[in-house]
Structure formats: structure tokens, C-alpha cells
């Protein structure tokens, strides 16, 4: 067999590995995104967050394909654009949960009132169903949607320490388990439950006003950790631009690139020791 035709058939051989490497790594992707956007909608749907399937799993692809492609384009390095690709997987799924966290955090604020307000209800005569049904007709979303739920439950004929066990399931949080404990309690062992609703709710009232005071005299040192984090990064991406030739070898040699690791891992591990060190835990 002549050289020229070994060329032309180790060039079509190439196209052709290319086209079906192309394939693979795109039907791969799209699974990937829609495995992705499956959990995150099912997990969301949970909190009664409702997401669409096919925006979530489109603009994941987005954001998993676009990122990599942004960072080359202002690095002009392929390793760097490597390296990014597991943060742009993870993004998605940190954008979810920060929403579910977000959700989280406004039951929290409500419950103390919520439990107020069903305190009142029961001291005025009301049944605990009754009482439920007042707290959801009079609070906000996101409490009332899950009192419904509970409310809904109670009426179905499920046992109410059942459905209490439900509304832990997807409320995993320790304010919840106090209501949810004052209300057993009193069930089974008897009591006044007015007053232990009542007290739980002075308790989580209690606990809010300490965790915003810790917020807020720990706010600098959360801000310094965001600071010291991106000073780094941005003086390098302004010395990339002003001086190209001298920061080149930082992503084009060995040496650069090691380097690189470890700035990214220092940088990392300064962020969190900052953030293990403001986080403090009431």
C-alpha cells in the first residue's frame, strides 16, 4: 500500500475517532445533566421548591460547558480549563441546595410564631387539628405549606406521630424535632401542650436573637475570609493582562503549573479555616 493513501486513511481513521469520541463525550454529558437535574428536582420537590427538569438540566449543561470554556479564553491555558470542570459540575447542585438551605432558614425564623399562634389556639379551646388549620390560614409560605401537608396527613387517617416523623423527614432540623417532642410527649404522657408549645417557642426565640448576635460580630472575619480568598486571584488575572510575558510561564511550564496547585490549595485551605473558625454552631 502507497504512503498517500496510508495518509488519507490515517486522516479519515482520525476524523473519524474524533467524531465518535465527540458523540460519546456529548451523550455522556446529556445523561450526566439529566441524571443532575433528576436529583435536584426530586430533592427540591421535596421542600416543595418545584423546579423544571428540562431548565435544570439545560442550563447545567450550560454552565458545565460554559465555564471551562470562559476560563480558557481568559487563561489561555487548557490545564486550567481542566481543572475547572469538576467546579462547573458542582455548581448546579450548590445553587439547589443553597435554595433548599434558604428555605430552611425562613422555617426556622417562622416556627417560633407559628408555634405562638397554636399555643393561643389550643389555650382558647381549639383541637390540635383545629389549631393546625388556624396556622395555616395565617402564616406565610414556607411554614403553612408544611402544616398543610401535616394537616392533610392527620385528615387522610395517618397516626399523628407518623406524620410528625414525616414532616422530620423533610424538615431535619433541631427546632422541628423540639415541636415535634413537645408534641409526642404531651400525647402520650400527658400534659399541657399550650405551655409546651409555648416554651419551645420562647426557647427557638431565644436561640434566633443569640445566632444573629454571633452573625453579626463574626460578619468581619467572614468577610476577611472572602477577601484574602479572591485578592489572589484577582491581582493574578490583572498581572496576566499588564504583563502577559512575565506571567507566562505560570501556565505554560511544569514549575507554573505546580505552583498553581499549590496556591489552589493553600487558598482553599485558608478558606475554610476561616470558615470553621466564624461558623460557630449555637
Same mark, same amino acid.
Given at each position: 500500500?502507497?504512503?498517500?493513501?496510508?495518509?488519507?486513511?490515517?486522516?479519515?481513521?482520525?476524523?473519524?475517532?474524533?467524531?465518535?469520541?465527540?458523540?460519546?463525550?456529548?451523550?455522556?454529558?446529556?445523561?450526566?445533566?439529566?441524571?443532575?437535574?433528576?436529583?435536584?428536582?426530586?430533592?427540591?420537590?421535596?421542600?416543595?421548591?418545584?423546579?423544571?427538569?428540562?431548565?435544570?438540566?439545560?442550563?447545567?449543561?450550560?454552565?458545565?460547558?460554559?465555564?471551562?470554556?470562559?476560563?480558557?479564553?481568559?487563561?489561555?491555558?487548557?490545564?486550567?480549563?481542566?481543572?475547572?470542570?469538576?467546579?462547573?459540575?458542582?455548581?448546579?447542585?450548590?445553587?439547589?441546595?443553597?435554595?433548599?438551605?434558604?428555605?430552611?432558614?425562613?422555617?426556622?425564623?417562622?416556627?417560633?410564631?407559628?408555634?405562638?399562634?397554636?399555643?393561643?389556639?389550643?389555650?382558647?379551646? &381549639?383541637?390540635? #387539628?383545629?389549631?393546625? @388549620?388556624? =396556622?395555616?390560614?395565617? !402564616?406565610? %409560605?414556607? /411554614?403553612?405549606?408544611?402544616?398543610? *401537608?401535616?394537616?392533610?396527613?392527620?385528615?387522610?387517617?395517618?397516626?399523628?406521630?407518623?406524620?410528625?416523623?414525616?414532616?422530620?423527614?423533610?424538615?431535619?432540623?433541631?427546632?422541628?424535632?423540639?415541636?415535634?417532642?413537645?408534641?409526642?410527649?404531651?400525647?402520650?404522657?400527658?400534659?399541657?401542650?399550650?405551655?409546651?408549645?409555648?416554651?419551645?417557642?420562647?426557647?427557638?426565640?431565644?436561640?434566633?436573637?443569640?445566632?444573629?448576635?454571633?452573625?453579626?460580630?463574626?460578619?468581619?472575619?467572614?468577610?476577611?475570609?472572602?477577601?484574602?480568598?479572591?485578592?489572589?486571584?484577582?491581582?493574578?488575572?490583572?498581572?496576566?493582562?499588564?504583563?502577559?510575558? &512575565?506571567?507566562? #510561564?505560570?501556565?505554560? @511550564?511544569? =514549575?507554573?503549573?505546580? !505552583?498553581? %496547585?499549590? /496556591?489552589?490549595?493553600?487558598?482553599? *485551605?485558608?478558606?475554610?479555616?476561616?470558615?470553621?473558625?466564624?461558623?460557630?454552631?449555637?
Amino acid at each position: 500500500m502507497s504512503l498517500p493513501i496510508i495518509l488519507v486513511l490515517a486522516f479519515f481513521g482520525s476524523l473519524f475517532l474524533i467524531f465518535l469520541a465527540t458523540r460519546m463525550g456529548t451523550s455522556t454529558l446529556q445523561a450526566s445533566s439529566r441524571q443532575m437535574a433528576g436529583e435536584i428536582e426530586s430533592s427540591l420537590a421535596d421542600a416543595f421548591v418545584f423546579v423544571n427538569r428540562q431548565k435544570a438540566a439545560a442550563w447545567s449543561m450550560v454552565v458545565i460547558v460554559g465555564l471551562p470554556v470562559v476560563v480558557f479564553v481568559l487563561s489561555h491555558s487548557l490545564l486550567i480549563a481542566t481543572a475547572s470542570i469538576p467546579i462547573a459540575m458542582l455548581l448546579p447542585r450548590k445553587y439547589f441546595a443553597r435554595m433548599h438551605k434558604k428555605r430552611t432558614e425562613a422555617i426556622e425564623k417562622q416556627l417560633p410564631d407559628a408555634l405562638l399562634m397554636m399555643s393561643g389556639a389550643l389555650r382558647a379551646g &381549639a383541637s390540635f #387539628p383545629t389549631a393546625l @388549620e388556624a =396556622v395555616v390560614h395565617e !402564616t406565610p %409560605a414556607p /411554614i403553612s405549606q408544611e402544616f398543610d *401537608l401535616l394537616m392533610r396527613e392527620i385528615r387522610l387517617g395517618i397516626d399523628l406521630d407518623i406524620a410528625m416523623r414525616n414532616v422530620e423527614r423533610r424538615i431535619p432540623i433541631p427546632d422541628f424535632l423540639m415541636m415535634t417532642a413537645a408534641v409526642t410527649i404531651a400525647r402520650e404522657v400527658g400534659g399541657n401542650l399550650a405551655e409546651a408549645l409555648e416554651s419551645v417557642a420562647r426557647t427557638l426565640r431565644e436561640k434566633l436573637t443569640m445566632e444573629g448576635k454571633i452573625k453579626a460580630l463574626t460578619s468581619q472575619g467572614r468577610m476577611q475570609g472572602i477577601v484574602m480568598t479572591c485578592l489572589p486571584l484577582f491581582l493574578m488575572l490583572v498581572l496576566r493582562f499588564m504583563e502577559p510575558k &512575565a506571567m507566562a #510561564p505560570l501556565f505554560t @511550564e511544569p =514549575v507554573g503549573w505546580a !505552583t498553581l %496547585a499549590v /496556591i489552589g490549595v493553600m487558598e482553599l *485551605l485558608g478558606y475554610f479555616s476561616i470558615s470553621k473558625i466564624t461558623n460557630i454552631d449555637v
